[in-house]
């Protein structure tokens, strides 16, 4: 008997937010998250035909409903999720599929409508969002199976990254980048992660970047130099440089 995407892949008792779900893309993955048993809410501009994609998925057996908001408005995009929680008492899943295109000649785009399609497939995407710690809650910061209540702490937009046009492929942007370590303890103080398991996290980021940047002749990056893929992490906590 061929296995079913459900025998072996079981979403059963999650529930999965698709933006731009009403057609196409989005539409396609709202049917596999379906299938693999996941509860998905439909998101789009259009009710009427969220409400039929709603209905055929029901039709088949399975559980959907529909949260009709725009992505480019934060405050639709806020309450529209509040609202899904209320309704399903969680979100697991989320599928940033929506997106929009302006079907013109470059010379006959104008400036709003760059920016209306920036705003739909760009900066919707972007919004940084924290939970605060609520005091006398289970919300542990050394526990990461723990899943904080969006009931008890809410999400809170902190901020909100456009990016703007730029060069990226020239010499100095690409040796930039190869020098960086992303690390989010490159941050003020009050803002860099605690805990013991975000201790390890960090050896672990500052020995990668000792790797990457092991990777020079004479102070020149080559990009031809065969490196061997580190056997092991050495987790010395102070920072020191590892031993041999």
């Not at 209905?55 to 725009?70: H, S, T």
């Not at 599929?97 to 302006?102: D, L, Y």
């Not at 739909?120 to 006398?136: E, K, M, R, S, T």
């Not at 065969?226 to 987790?235: F, R, V, Y």
């Amino acid at each position: 008997m061929a296995a079913t995407l459900r025998s072996m892949f079981s979403l059963d008792g999650r529930v999965a937010l698709v933006t731009g779900a009403s057609r196409g893309i989005g539409w396609g993955i709202a049917e596999a998250l379906a299938e693999a048993g996941a509860t998905v809410v439909l998101n789009g501009r259009d009710a009427a035909t969220l409400d039929e994609r709603r209905k055929a998925l029901e039709a088949r057996g399975r559980n959907a409903g529909v949260a009709a908001f725009d992505v480019t408005d934060e405050a639709a995009v806020r309450a529209g999720v509040a609202d899904v929680i209320a309704r399903h008492g969680r979100l697991d899943i989320l599928v940033a599929n929506a997106g929009i295109h302006h079907a013109a000649p470059l010379a006959q785009t104008a400036m709003a409508d760059w920016r209306r399609v920036m705003s739909a497939n760009l900066d919707a995407c972007f919004a940084l969002v924290v939970q605060p710690q609520v005091p006398g809650k289970n919300m542990p910061v050394e526990d990461p199976t723990v899943e904080w209540s969006e009931r008890d702490s809410p999400f809170v937009t902190v901020a909100s990254i456009t990016v703007r046009k730029q060069e990226f492929d020239t010499e100095r942007q690409n040796e930039f980048c190869e020098n960086l370590s992303f690390s989010p303890w490159h941050a003020v103080e009050a803002h860099r992660p605690i805990g013991g398991l975000n201790r390890l996290r960090k050896a672990v980021y500052l020995e990668d970047a000792r790797y990457r940047r092991s990777k020079t002749i004479d102070g020149n990056r080559n990009p031809y130099l065969a490196q061997a893929e580190p056997k092991g992490w050495c987790l010395d906590l102070s920072g020191a440089t590892c031993e041999k």
